[in-house]
């Protein structure tokens, strides 16, 4: 009976640990973004996640700008847990098909330090400027359409 009782306390510990270690390991770890080329994307539907308004990319510079920024992002696991905060952007990639390319989709870009991919939010390590890009472009839609694709009310 005592035997039972100690194997039972040593597997709960051992158990315990193993899930304590599991998570530091977890929010210690460096990952990279899927790397893809800027040919192989056809467009990328990016929603302002504050006013819901969304922007079609199609220009090809505008296209190899941003995935040049994500792919191979380095990034570190801040926490687990999605928050929306205002004031960032949800990007959807497409690729040469029309067809959502998965391991990249829904990407939320948070600031020029932080993303979300569920379930967890990520630090952004070598991507500074990523935020601002999207951002521009935003901008830049209100003053000329034309030069970087349509807006979209999906």
Not at 95 to 111: A, K
Not at 121 to 149: P, S
């Amino acid at each position: 009976m005592e035997i039972a009782k100690i194997v039972r306390t040593t597997t709960i510990i051992l158990i315990l640990l193993a899930i304590v270690v599991g998570g530091i390991r977890l929010l210690t770890k460096k990952v990279y973004y899927p790397t893809y080329s800027a040919d192989d994307i056809s467009r990328i539907i990016v929603e302002d996640v504050d006013t819901g308004s969304k922007l079609n990319i199609v220009n090809p510079e505008d296209i190899e700008r941003i995935v040049n920024e994500i792919s191979g992002m380095e990034l570190k696991v801040e926490g687990q847990g999605i928050v929306t905060p205002s004031d960032s952007y949800e990007l959807t990639v497409y690729n040469s098909e029309g067809l959502e390319i998965v391991d990249f989709n829904p990407i939320l870009v948070v600031d020029n330090d932080s993303v979300q991919k569920e379930p967890l939010c990520y630090k952004i390590l070598n991507a500074e400027t990523l935020y601002d890009d999207i951002k521009a472009l935003f901008e830049a839609t209100e003053e000329d359409e034309e030069n970087i694709g349509e807006t979209e009310g999906e």
